[in-house]
């Protein structure tokens, strides 16, 4: 069973959105995803949210299993606001009345699913992105917000230390590799096209993208594929953290608090079909990310590197640039990586 999220976090999530709320006063709203990293944050927020504003609001969240997601967090599964709809995103059947707001964050990212069974990941990508916009045009959605990725820039060029939505770079689509940032790349066409088909009908429909990047925080697996999870944890065990590369690589963090302020600010004031990405500017090495667990949580935990870095190659990057987030919207990092660390470190000692 997951210990719900503190409420030094879900305050701050209700500080920072306060003044964005009011128009989902006695309004309903469909989230899928809602199980996940992503959808707990999202679901727990808003219920902390609906509570402490007196809304009125409700939220109905899309799960494969349901009583597994009651047990797991029966906390959620048991606020009076929050209704749990069986279903597969790709074939769902449509919940009664009407929505006014729907997220579509479900979306298996995990990169063994990506190896093992990529036409699985592939269809659960478009159909579902497909079947979430066929319900927010059935239900009469005014906003829709779709939790893309940085996956879909592909590469990050060697010269490039922060990647702007302007660029137009892409993953090699014949790589079966990109199967997850193909998925996502249709998908934003898909929020465009189903856009332009609201407009020509004079219906108010606003689609909107968060490009998301790589995050840590309390739900976040720590036996995955994250690396920073996977260091979290490395410590929690009392083991040696290892990096399975050179520790070259560059990467961000954004704490999952943050993600949360960033995708409900989206939802309500992002411009339609403006991508805007969602992540932390400040890039650290996996060595230097490794340094920093180690530092914040035990300082005399051993850091192994399995490979020798090649002198003087460029390392790959994953970093984005947040400016239209900050200049469009006025967003910003409130909780810095080591404080993340921290916080994601004692949440998970709840769960042990």
Known sequence: MAAPISDVDLDLILAETRELWAEMRGERIFITGGTGFFGCWLVESFCHVNRALGLGARATVLSRDPAKFAAKCPHLAGDAAITLHAGDVRDFEFPAGEFKYAIHAATESGSKQGAEEPLEMLSTILAGTERALKFAAQCGARKFLLTSSGAVYGRQPPGLTHVPESYLGGPDPLDGASVYAEGKRASELMCALYGKAAAAKGAEFEAKIARCWAFVGPHLPLDAHFAIGNFIGDVLAGQPIAIGGDGTPRRSYLYAADLAIWLWTMLFRAPALMPINV????????????????????????????????????PARYVPSVVRAEELLGLRETVGLEEAIRRTAAWAKEQQ
């Open 279 to 314: 992540g932390s500017r400040r890039d650290v090495s996996i060595r230097e990310l490794a340094e920093a667990v180690a530092a914040t949580l035990a300082p005399a935990t051993e850091i192994r590197v399995a490979k020798q870095a090649v002198a003087g190659a460029a």
